[in-house]
């Protein structure tokens, strides 16, 4: 199983960036996928997740009504709107596969191989 996490970049306080993770080698359904990131010198973080279904979706607080997880089964692909992106928000993004719906990372079977995200103010 491969993913592919794409679509970072360097954006001003305020703007919005669409991640995307593209999975090959597994179909999505009956996967549930997740969203962490990464900011330097700190340890990896749940942002997102939501069921093989498309429901389900939870949010860590800091990014509730900003950023909106969605899947495309047909398309075996993951994305991550973020809007209001913000300095704090900085980090290498992480999108994860796996049969779990907990937040913690060791929990998630598969793993992208990350995209940086810069928030500069």
């Known amino acids: 199983v491969q993913l592919q996490a794409f679509g970072g970049g360097l954006v001003l306080a305020g703007g919005s960036l669409r991640l995307s993770c593209a999975v090959s080698?597994?179909?999505?359904?009956?996967?549930?996928m997740a969203w962490f990131r990464q900011a330097p010198g700190k340890e990896r973080k749940f942002v997102a997740r939501?069921?093989?279904?498309?429901?389900?979706?939870v949010y860590t607080d800091s990014v509730k009504g900003r950023f909106t997880i969605s899947r495309d089964n047909a398309k075996n692909t993951l994305y991550l709107q973020m809007n209001s992106l913000e300095p704090e928000d900085t980090a290498v993004y992480y999108c994860?596969?796996?049969?779990?719906?907990?937040?913690?990372?060791?929990?998630?079977?598969?793993w992208g191989q990350g995209t940086q995200v810069t928030v500069s103010s």
């Open positions: 994860a596969l796996g049969r779990s719906m907990v937040t913690n990372p060791p929990a998630w079977d598969y």
């Open positions: 939501l069921s093989w279904t498309g429901g389900n979706t």
């Open positions: 080698g597994r179909t999505l359904s009956r996967y549930n």
